[in-house]
């Protein structure tokens, strides 16, 4: 298929270069239609992605371009109000009908066996409101998406899916693992399988798991977790089934990350050749869901190839899942300087090496030895190259990797020291997730230590990093994922100390989503760490609600540690533990 042909194209030097999957006829038209309600409506409560999720009432795109061509406008682009909006009602269904509500069929209000270690009793029927929300996040796309996927922005799936929340009305990668953590907490089993044969259909379709389940979203991927999906799924419920219809697209997933522009090789001070990979978007254009803020922003560049390769840069950003944050910039104060496709990513290369053991003990579970001795070895490969390339003595920290400027699309680039970015963020504490490095008990401890004094653990979470730059993947927000693998990497590794900070971590964040929940009745997507219950900000939308992984993280959190029933959570306060059951 066209995907698959675009990816065998090398990186190209300039103007964006590289692969560019192509977009769609209602997607070009949909990004008329979200510039033209900017000009409209004005930007107040203005979000570009509402209009590029309307999909169309008339079967006939070509008509309901008519139509709007014909609307009366004024110079600057702008339609009347009450002639844009009537448009809109008439033309369009709204956004997110083409997902309708379906209940999870294993959902019950209080499962067997549910979070046996929490009995306190407030925090008990906090945690059953919790569970509880998976109703309000599931549902499937409509007939109408299976037999007209022309008239939608929203893809076909197999199965229902459960999904973040708010402006988020979709299927989306990386989310979906902390989803199935805690739909694994609830006991929903089969909902969770459900998550992955929608992620496994996707990689059927186009070779990889897209960003999401959008149109929009079939130019880049997200951080790869479907592997560690279907281990965590197996571990609990040993599905063999799921896990032989698993490997053949965990395979292929590989691939597309370990081949073509995702590809780097590193040699080092004794001349071995190290591979690793990184993001790069398959798009130079502005992101259809907001086409209009990405414009803005290349305004200031000069020429069309410096905006071709800034929009490769932010469609690449996405792909990392943390859109936005000063990581990805050469100069933190100027937007403009983002260079995703020229850093080697810590947790990308962490999250491949667990995709490596992951497929080699899954291989193994159905026989296939020969599979699961090859990704032994390329585990072990990847653990080296980890080592060599990413890790910092001195700061006890795997630091993000740069390419040198210019040179992104070589094949093959020497180490330099100073190339790797000394910044501190949560994504340096990342492969400690991973078995290969939280069993070593020196390398714990001494990670630990580095944890402790880097300034990130704050009042209420782990901070993104210590840049205030405004941008949403960074200080002060504090996100469900990064404290979730930060905290369980420190569970795994078995040490006490590990254990004690790991829960003193996990407590701070279920007292601050806690909290959060109570003044003002939702699960936020990411929160303030600097002070209890404030949900965060920044980046370039309103803060969201739902919400997939905070609800998933909290579970998983109060299933690992639980909640003794004489300690109130309100008064939890800066290092409180847990008294172990």
Known sequence: MTVTRALQQPCSGGGGGGPVVPTTPLLTFLERVQETALDTFG??????????????????????????????????????????????????????????????????????????????????????????LWKNLSGKVSGSVLDRPDLHTLLPLPEPVVIPGSRFRELYYWDSYWVIRGLLASKMYETAKSMVTNLISLIETYGYVLNGARAYYTNRSQPPLLSAMVQAIYNRTGDLELVKNALPAL??????????????????????????????????????????????????????????????????????????????????????????????????????????????????????????????????????????????????????????????CEESHTWEAGNQNHNVYASNYVPLWIDLFNSDTSLVEKVRQSLESSGLVCTAGIATSMINSGQQWDFPNGWAPLQHMIVEGLVRSGSQEARSMAQDIAVRWIKTNYV?????????????????????????????????WSNGVILAFLEEFGWPQDLKIDSVSYGTQIDEF
């Open 43 to 132: 930007e107040k409560n203005y979000d570009p992605k509402l209009y590029i999720d309307f999909s169309l009432k008339s079967n006939n795109l070509s008509a309901t371009i008519e139509a709007f061509d014909k609307l009366p406008r004024s110079e600057n682009g702008s339609v009347p109000v009450p002639d844009l909006q009537e448009f809109i009602e008439n033309w369009f269904e709204g956004a997110g009908d083409d997902l309708v509500y379906a209940e999870p069929e294993d959902f019950v209000p209080e499962p067997e066996g549910f979070l046996p270690k929490v009995v306190n009793p407030e925090v008990r029927a906090w945690a059953l409101e919790v569970h509880s």
């Open 251 to 408: 395979l292929k997933e590989y691939q597309f990350w370990n081949s073509g522009i995702h590809k780097v090789t590193i040699e080092d001070g004794e001349a071995n050749n190290h591979i690793l990979s990184r993001y790069y978007a398959m798009w130079n254009k502005p992101r259809p869901e907001a086409s209009v803020k990405d414009k803005a922003r290349a305004s200031k560049l000069s020429s069309d190839s410096e905006k071709e390769q800034f929009y490769r840069e932010l469609a690449s950003c996405a792909e990392t899942g943390w859109d936005f944050s000063s990581r990805w910039m050469r100069n933190i104060s100027d937007f403009t300087t983002l260079s995703t496709t020229s850093i080697l990513p810590v947790d990308l290369n962490a999250f491949l090496l667990g995709m490596e053991l992951d497929i080699a003990f899954l291989a193994k579970v159905v026989g296939d030895n020969a599979t699961s001795e090859r990704f032994l070895e390329a585990s072990r490969a990847r653990k080296q190259a980890i080592n060599s390339v990413f890790w910092n003595e001195e700061k006890g920290q795997w630091l993000d990797y740069w390419i040198n400027n210019g040179t992104a």
């Open 516 to 548: 959060a929940y109570k003044e003002t009745g939702e699960m936020h997507e990411k929160y303030d760490v600097e002070k209890w219950g404030a949900f965060g900000g920044g980046g370039l939308y309103k803060p969201q609600t739902g919400f997939g």
